[in-house]
């Protein structure tokens, strides 16, 4: 069996930056096995498979450590290929994963999805979080992940994780933000129960922290920045119970894989 592999450099406007993420087209899905065995090959914190259906596409997105229900990047990188590569005709892309429906529109090369928003609850700061990020955060937030609110950018900077100590919380990872000085806000995100340690770039992370930056500021329009060591720049807006998260991207490579 031959299948399609593209990799995607999302929101980046040039290669080598962003955050790489794998898209494999499918006719028809395979198993849950080898969709995870391909994610742990490209050992990419996120591989994307899809499958076209009547006039939308089913998604599934895979990290080397199981599949998850929402991501953002690998959701980009595939609406990248569909639209610039195996052309797609519209601007418009309709998704329905394990998260429901996800829209993708195009205008130029920039690329907006529309997400549920997922509104973090405040909440005690666990002990276990502030040992695995060696700082006391100000505030602590959950909903699904841990969201812990810094004072500055250079805290975020700062911030060198115990990735035993961050992998016994019960969140599927952790978000770290501060306000920025170039940017309204930034972030840093670590996955370690995927087998993803620091993401580069994480979209639905911002499903959470667009939410909480509204509640703070009440703008309704930000310029975010997520400070990994590859980096990347996130155009946010939202809108009640969706957010709109755009960012541009850049094909790396394509190729073939082969399962005999």
Request: glycine share 6%; with cysteine.
């Amino acid at each position: 069996m031959k299948l399609d592999i593209y990799q995607v450099d999302a929101f980046a406007d040039r290669i080598f930056d962003g955050n790489p993420a794998a898209v494999v087209p499918l006719k028809k899905w395979l198993s849950h096995a080898q969709m995870q065995s391909i994610a742990q090959e490209n050992n990419l914190s996120e591989t994307a498979f899809f499958c076209k259906s009547d006039d939308h596409y089913q998604i599934k997105w895979f990290t080397p450590g199981g599949e998850v229900k929402l991501c953002g990047h690998a959701t980009l990188a595939t609406a990248y290929v569909l639209f610039n590569i195996l052309n797609h005709k519209t601007n418009n892309i309709m998704f329905n994963s394990l998260s429901g429906k996800l829209n993708v529109q195009k205008c130029g090369d920039l690329m907006t999805m529309n997400f549920p928003s997922q509104n973090p609850k405040k909440c005690n700061i666990p002990k276990a979080l502030e040992l695995g990020l060696g700082a006391r955060p100000k505030e602590c937030y959950f909903n699904e992940d841990y969201v812990a609110v810094f004072e500055n950018e250079k805290n975020i900077i700062d911030i060198e994780p115990n990735y035993q100590k961050l992998v016994s919380l019960k969140s599927r990872g952790i978000i770290v933000t501060a306000p920025g000085i170039k940017y309204d806000f930034v972030s840093r995100a670590f996955f370690p129960k995927y087998g993803v340690l620091e993401d580069p770039v994480t979209g639905s992370a911002h499903t959470k922290l667009i939410p909480y930056w509204f509640e703070r500021t009440g703008n309704v329009k930000f310029h975010a920045k997520q400070i990994s060591k590859r980096g990347g720049e996130l155009f946010c807006e939202y809108n009640k119970n969706r957010v709109l998260i755009s960012g541009f991207a850049r094909l790396y490579l394509k190729g073939k894989i082969q399962i005999y």
